[in-house]
Structures are given as C-alpha cells and as structure tokens.
C-alpha cells in the first residue's frame, strides 16, 4: 500500500499541531507527513518575544515547545529554511524553494495539503519603511533580528508605531530595556481593541510609566540617516528621533500562496474555512492559524484574529480530520489578554463599533470595584465595561482594566458568551470568594447587575 502524502506549508503552532495529530491518528506506512518553515525555528511562542526582548525570559530556546529534531523523530519530514513559492493544485504539488542551499527549487506532490502560513506585521507603504532598523514582530527570527539591532545601537531612543497589543507590550519591553520610547498612534486612544473610554485608561497608566504616547497622529515616513538606516519617524508635524523603529500596527493574514491560488479569501484577507476548518469549496486542503477568518459566535460574522490558543486548537483539529477522525471548531468569542507594567488590559465580545456594524441595538455600563476585598491588603481598583443587547439583555461583550488579578477575569465573561447567557442569569453565577481574591461580589457581577437594570429601563 502506498501511504498518503501530506504537505504542510507553515511550520508553527497549528501546522505543527496539525502534523502531530495526524501521526498519532496514522501510521508513517499509511500517512507520509512532509511539512515546509521557511525560517529558523519551528512550533515557538511568538506571544512571548515582546517578553524576552524585555528580558523578562531567556529566547529563543524557551520559547520553543519541540525542536525540529523532535518532531523529525516522530516521521514528520520538517524541512527548515525552505519556502513554499507556489501551489498547484490542479496537479496536486507545491513548488519549494531551499533559502540556504543556493536557492534549489523542487516540486513535492501531496494527496492532503494544510495551510498554515501565519501573518505577517501591518507595515504601510510609506518613505523609508523598509529600512534597516525598522522592525516588525511576529517570528522568533524577527525577535532576534531586532535584538541584534538593540545590541548593535550606541542610541536609547526607539519609536513605536502602533499603540495595538504588540506595540504596547514592545513598550514595555523597550521601558525595560533602558530605551526612551515615543509611541505613534493613529487613533485617539492608545488599544484600538478596546473601546476609546476604556483605552484612556491605558494611556494614563503608560504616561505614568514613562512611556511618551502621541495619539491621532499618522506616519508619514522613516527618516534614514547616511548609514541607510532609520534615525527618524516623521508625522505631519513632527519629527521623532530613534535609534530604533518598530511596527505595532497588527497582523494581517498570510494568504499570498493562497490567492495566487485561487482560494476563498474573507473581508480581511484570510482564508474561509468550514466548521472543519476545511478551505471552502476544496476536499483536500485544511488551513488554520493566522491565515484564516474565524467564525465570531457573537456578532455572526467572520473575523481575522491571531491568537496562538487558536492556531492550536485548529492544528488539532485538522490533525483529526486528515488522520481519518472527525472534529470541528466551532468558533471564538474574542478574548484577548495582555499587559503594561503592572496594568492588566482584557477584553471579549464586541466593541460598541462591532456590535453598531452587526446591526444590534446595545445598552453599555462601566463600574470601578476592586480586585479583593477593599479591606483586604493590596486591593487595587479595576474598571469593568459591558455590553448587553437591547432588550433580550444577551452579553454581548466585555472589557477588564486594572492591576494584579483583573485580567484572567475576562474568562468568566467568555464562558458566559459562548453559553450564550444574558446578563440577568451571568448575576446568579457561583463564583469563588475569599477576601484576598475577591469582594463578596465580584467586579464582573457588579458590571452584569448594573447593566441587568441597564436593560430593563431601556426596556421601559
């Protein structure tokens, strides 16, 4: 019997989990698996390079889960430094191209083909851009191509351009790191992933720590010295000096190979996929990680979000499926998490602007509690927003910001959104109490009372 090809293009979380799964569902006799990473590491922690550029973690190698000699030693052919340039799918094969071998290119027939090509950092068309010392993060390589640049500087002054959740946690990293940093943000508030009353909590606490944030500005271009390299970040009216630039603009898919191709790319660029995260219109071909849309279980609507949780979780299931099993993703509710210093920033569901696009009618309420018993010692305030549909009083998002213990709060509130639950019943829930880590009533059961009479006189 001759064992079936599977060629995986992408060589991180959910390419690598998707390999994994299928070779523990299939033998190497019936199931041959060959997986292409164009860079220098594989199956890493890419959420985690803003903390080791701060040098809160040693990288890259505690950044990555399984080496690619681990992985060779399950029958899973990895082959590093090796681009995929081109798909044909009619004949069923995938052009490759060696990046440390003189650029050798060869063609690999598959019978299963998975895509998992990632995304790549919002970098804008504009002067000087593309320069030396202009950097954006989203591979282990582009977190040591920035350290080198951070090692190599006589300078202390960086610029981020982005005030998104990888531009604040660069930030951070660069605040630790002994920089001067100025943060470019086109938006009025700094965490355009939450809503703007919300975001000038986050500006408060950055000035706080140093961090200079100039907001609704926009970037006109990079300056570069005689060197070639960055020296300045130009606005309309004003010019910042940095030794160093780096992009926090977000993440856009992936999806080149996947275009050329022919293959159904959603609103923001990504792939379409079914609920087996199977690409659209084809029976051979799985995609997922960054280089796919996801359905939102909120709004209804499809959504780009890379978050490594679910590149994970579609790497398994794709493993399932082309390893003969069944499994589905049925899709996310939003939940992000991140920090700056010691401010603990969360958010799930819709924002008032998402909720207004998906036509839904809305009340909002925001209450200031405290992580623990306001007696206890170490209560910190927190700010808790929500957002409840008009009238059915259905949850319909939340956001958290605040300092030790406010965070990992969020989960209770996607919990409640993906049971679908109103604000009124998410009051009743049973949540654990102890002075040092609650109050007797919790934050986000404070924000569901309040947003419960909320619906109930706009009701009225």
Not at 28 to 56: D, K, M, N, Q
Not at 104 to 128: I, N
Not at 348 to 357: D, I, S, V, Y
């Amino acid at each position: 019997m001759t064992a079936e090809q599977l060629v995986i293009v992408g060589g991180d979380a959910a390419g690598m989990a998707a390999a994994s799964q299928a070779r523990r569902l299939r033998k190497p006799g019936e199931l041959a698996i060959t997986a292409f990473e164009r860079g220098h590491f594989t199956s890493y922690s890419a959420c985690g390079i803003p903390y080791w550029v701060g040098g809160a973690v040693d990288g890259p190698d505690a950044l990555i889960a399984r080496t690619a000699a681990e992985h060779r030693a399950r029958d899973i052919d990895l082959r590093m430094r090796t681009e995929v340039t081109e798909l044909d799918l009619d004949r069923g094969r995938v052009r490759t191209r060696e990046l440390d071998n003189g650029g050798r290119e060869t063609w690999t027939g598959f019978d299963k083909l998975v895509l998992a090509t990632g995304a790549r950092p919002r970098r804008p068309l504009l002067p000087g851009i593309d320069a030396p010392g202009v950097h954006g993060v989203q591979t282990l390589d582009d977190g040591q191509a920035l350290l080198d640049t951070l090692e190599a500087s006589a300078g202390r002054r960086a610029v981020v351009v982005g005030a998104g959740y990888i531009g604040v946690e660069m930030a951070e990293a660069l605040i630790r790191r002994g920089y001067r940093v100025t943060v470019l943000e086109r938006s009025a508030q700094p965490m355009s992933t939450l809503d703007p009353d919300m975001g000038a909590l986050v500006h408060e606490a950055m000035c706080t720590m140093g961090i200079e944030t100039v907001r609704g500005t926009a970037v006109t271009g990079v300056v570069t010295g005689t060197d070639g390299r960055a020296c300045a970040v130009t606005t309309e009216d004003a010019e910042y000096p940095a030794d160093v630039v780096v992009l926090g603009m977000g993440v856009r898919p992936e999806t080149t190979l996947a275009a050329a191709a022919g293959l159904p790319l959603g609103e923001s660029g990504g792939l379409l996929t079914d609920l087996a995260m199977r690409v659209r219109g084809q029976d051979h071909i799985w995609a997922g990680g960054d280089c796919v849309e996801v359905w939102d279980l909120v709004s209804g609507r499809t959504r780009h979000i890379a978050l490594g949780t679910h590149a994970n979780k579609h790497g398994q299931i794709i493993g399932t499926n082309v390893g003969g099993g069944y499994a589905t993703f049925p899709g996310v509710v939003g939940t992000a998490v991140s920090k700056v210093c010691d401010l603990e920033i969360a958010r799930t569901g819709l924002l008032e602007r998402h909720a207004e696009a998906a036509g839904l009618r809305f009340v909002t309420t925001t209450v200031e509690a405290t992580s623990r018993a306001g007696y206890y010692p170490g209560a910190r305030p927190m700010h808790v927003k929500m957002l409840a549909e008009h009238r059915t009083g259905r949850l319909l998002g939340v956001q958290i910001v605040g300092r030790e213990g406010a965070g990992k709060r969020v989960d209770i509130a996607a919990v409640a959104l993906t049971a679908g639950m109103t604000v009124e019943q998410m009051t009743t829930l049973d949540l654990g109490y102890a002075p040092p880590f609650s109050p007797v009533w919790d934050p986000v059961l404070v924000a569901a009372r309040k947003a419960t009479r909320a619906v109930r006189e706009a009701g009225d």
